[in-house]
C-alpha cells in the first residue's frame, strides 16, 4: 500500500507554519520530508504524516516560548530517547530554557544532555491509600458506600438531624 505524502503547502496549512519555516527546518536538518528530498529547482518536498506530527511538535515548542535552538537540541534528545514516534511523549515547558520529557516514573531535561532531573511520583495511588487509611482507623464512623471526603466534611457536625440521607454518619462513632 502508498503511502500518502503531503506537499509544502499542504504541510504548512496543517501544522501552521510558513513555507520559509519548512523550507529553513528542512535545509538545517532539523525536520526532513521522508518521503521525497527537494532535488532542485521544480522537485517538490513529500512529507509523511509522520513527519507532520514531527513538525507539530516543533511548533508547539517554538509556541511555547522554545527559542529554535533549544528546539534544535530537544528534538535531538526526544528522538534519542523515545525513537521516532515523538508524539508518544509528554513534555514539560518550565519556563524559558527548560523542556522536560516525563519518561515512565522518570523527569528529564532534554535540553541538558537527556539528564534525569526528577523522580516522578504518581498520585493516583493517594486518594485510595487515604481512603484505606480511614477506612481502617473509623470504620465504625463512616457508612459503608460514602465517600471519606463527604464523610469527613459531615464528621465535624454534631447534630446528626442536619445530616441527610446517605451521608449521616453512624451512631456510636
Known amino acids: 500500500m502508498d503511502q ?3 506537499r509544502g503547502p499542504q504541510v504548512c496549512s496543517i501544522v501552521g507554519i510558513t513555507y520559509r519555516q519548512l523550507d529553513y527546518w528542512d535545509r538545517t536538518g532539523l525536520s526532513r520530508p521522508s518521503l521525497a528530498k527537494a532535488r532542485g529547482s521544480g522537485s517538490q518536498r ?3 504524516y509522520r513527519d507532520l506530527l514531527e513538525l507539530k511538535v516543533i511548533k508547539q515548542l517554538l509556541d511555547g516560548g522554545v527559542n529554535l535552538r533549544q528546539a534544535r537540541r ?10 521516532e514516534d515523538l508524539t508518544t511523549a509528554n513534555l514539560v515547558l518550565v519556563g524559558e530554557g527548560s523542556v522536560l520529557l516525563r519518561t515512565g ?12 532531573v526528577f523522580n516522578v511520583v504518581p498520585l493516583a495511588g493517594v486518594v485510595g491509600e487515604v481512603d484505606a487509611a480511614i477506612h481502617r482507623i473509623d470504620s465504625g464512623r ?15 457536625t454534631t447534630d446528626s438531624a442536619t445530616t441527610s440521607g446517605p451521608a449521616r454518619l453512624a451512631e456510636g462513632g
Open 142 to 156: 463512616v457508612v459503608s458506600g460514602v465517600s471519606p471526603p463527604a464523610a469527613l466534611e459531615d464528621a465535624g
Open 46 to 48: 513529500l512529507y509523511a
Open 4 to 6: 500518502v505524502g503531503f
Open 74 to 83: 530537544a528534538i535531538e534528545c526526544l528522538r534519542q530517547s523515545v525513537g
Open 105 to 116: 516514573e522518570e523527569i528529564i531535561d532534554l535540553l541538558r544532555g537527556g539528564q534525569g
